[in-house]
Every structure is written in C-alpha cells, then in structure tokens.
C-alpha cells in the first residue's frame, strides 16, 4: 500500500513558477515509476512527467518540455514538479501517481495508487 499526498498548487500569472510536492508514504522501495497526471475540467486526464524512482531517468509530454521539471528526493520518499514558463492551459487539477511495475510510464493505468490532486490555475 502506498499513500500519496500532492501540496503547492495554488494561482499562478501566466509567465509564473509554481512547485508541487508529492510524499509518499508506505511500500515506495518496490515503486518502479512515479509520474504527474492533470486534468482540465470537461478533458481527460493527460500524462504530464514521469520519473524512473530507483534510476531517476525522466519523461514529460510534449506540451511541458523545456517548461517543467520532475524530481523526486529518494531518502524523503517526495516528488517534485517545477513548473515555468506557466501558461492558461496549465489550468487543471494535478495528480501525483506511483506505478510498482509498469514500463508504460505515460499511461496512466499503467499507475496503481493516485493522491487526491491538487489545484493549479493559471491567469493570463
């Protein structure tokens, strides 16, 4: 059993930073991935980044690279997303997921236990 828990949404100009943490608690040492999910109102949930949670390789969608930044502090068993550059349709509520064996890290049932999401709006 893992239990996530997202922080640091909030409100944002378009421009702005805004920080998302996610701490884990429970069997993360057996997690294979951790990744961010958001959701627009009225849209389907869309991969945002991923992160490989022994290894700390990283993967973002299109529409967020070169903008956000995924990390995760392995010894606090926390995920990080930094996020510049932020634009209106940034605008959803962010999930934080953790994946115990899947490779498709950009889907998201490929993930297994999901935080209660949090919410980033962004003004332009």
């Known amino acids: 059993q893992v239990t996530l828990v997202e922080s640091g949404g909030g409100l944002a100009q378009a421009g702005g930073s805004l920080r998302l943490s996610c701490a884990a608690s429970?069997?993360?040492?057996?997690?294979?991935?951790m990744g961010w999910f958001r959701q627009a109102p009225g849209k389907d949930r869309d991969f945002v980044a991923a992160?490989?949670?022994?290894?700390?390789?990283?993967f973002y969608a299109d529409s967020v690279k070169g903008r956000f930044t995924i990390s995760r502090d392995y010894a606090k068993n926390t995920l990080y997303l930094q996020m510049d550059s932020l634009k209106p349709e940034d605008t959803a509520v962010y999930y934080c997921?953790?994946?115990?064996?899947?490779?498709?890290?950009?889907?998201?049932?490929?993930?297994?236990?999901w935080g209660q999401g949090t919410q980033v709006t962004v003004s332009s």
């Open positions: 429970g069997r993360t040492f057996t997690s294979y991935a």
């Open positions: 997921a953790n994946n115990l064996r899947s490779s498709m890290v950009r889907v998201d049932t490929s993930y297994d236990y």
């Open positions: 992160i490989n949670w022994h290894y700390g390789s990283t």
